[in-house]
T-cell receptor, first 117, second 114 residues
Framework: GAVVSQHPSWVICKSGTSVKIECRSL??????MFWYRQFPKQSLMLMATSNEGSKATYEQGVEKDKFLINHASLTLSTLTVTSAHPEDSSFYIC?????????????FGSGTRLTVV | KQEVTQIPAALSVPEGENLVLNCSFT??????LQWFRQDPGKGLTSLLLIQSSQREQTSGRLNASLDKSSGRSTLYIAASQPGDSATYLCAVINSGGSNYKLTFGKGTLLTVNP
């Protein structure tokens, strides 16, 4: 149980276009979703935290107008990379806390490899 | 600001060997610490979660210890197998705040050779 489905698993897009990544909680309600970015041989860096029905909270240095996060329902959160550039190429992973289990119980999506050409 | 460091960055061992992965963190005011496994191009799988009040957790061939005061944790893998080959990530959650954000280390890339 407690599965987060992330799509697409990989995407190649042209510079200047926008890409949307979806994360769905399949068998639980995810009131909070976390979006991470991971560059090769680097740790996962938290980009933003989204709470259902409210605006996302972005980490310092993350452009909120470039990385649009929508968490309109308890089972779906989306990350849209707008006007993508090659430097946005990275591995993006979403995560959700699993209720009603304790703090620190998270499940992760399988990740999206974004390549901007 | 919390910083998590993992040593070594990479480790290659023969099958059957016991091994230890290390994790250190700068701010000891943590809520808990978790060890994850990440296969290439994949998401994360939680291995062990240690609450701040605990000293260790065990699951099968895995044992994780936590010394909160010194800011250290170790992941012990017994009788390693080729299927254990993956990147192992350590992450902490700091006390305070309402969203309980994870701070990750860069990971240790483990290769177990048959």
């Amino acid at each position: 149980g407690a599965v987060v489905s992330q799509h697409p698993s990989w995407v190649i897009c042209k510079s200047g276009t926008s890409v949307k990544i979806e994360c769905r909680s399949l068998d639980f309600q995810a009131t909070t979703m976390f979006w991470y970015r991971q560059f090769p041989k680097q740790s996962l860096m938290l980009m933003a935290t989204s709470n259902e029905g409210s605006k996302a909270t972005y980490e310092q240095g993350v452009e909120k107008d470039k990385f649009l996060i929508n968490h309109a329902s308890l089972t779906l959160s989306t990350l849209t990379v707008t006007s993508a550039h090659p430097e946005d190429s990275s591995f993006y992973i979403c995560s959700a806390r699993i209720p009603p289990r304790g703090v620190g119980d998270y499940t992760f999506g399988s990740g999206t490899r974004l390549t901007v050409v | 600001k919390q910083e998590v460091t993992q040593i070594p960055a990479a480790l290659s061992v023969p099958e059957g060997e016991n091994l230890v992965l290390n994790c250190s963190f700068t701010d000891s005011a943590i809520y808990n610490l978790q060890w994850f496994r990440q296969d290439p191009g994949k998401g994360l799988t939680s291995l062990l979660l240690i609450q701040s009040s605990q000293r260790e957790q065990t699951s099968g061939r895995l044992n994780a210890s936590l010394d909160k005061s010194s800011g250290r944790s170790t992941l012990y893998i017994a009788a390693s197998q080729p299927g254990d080959s993956a990147t192992y990530l350590c992450a902490v959650i700091n006390s305070g705040g309402s969203n309980y954000k994870l701070t990750f280390g860069k990971g240790t890339l483990l290769t177990v050779n048959p």
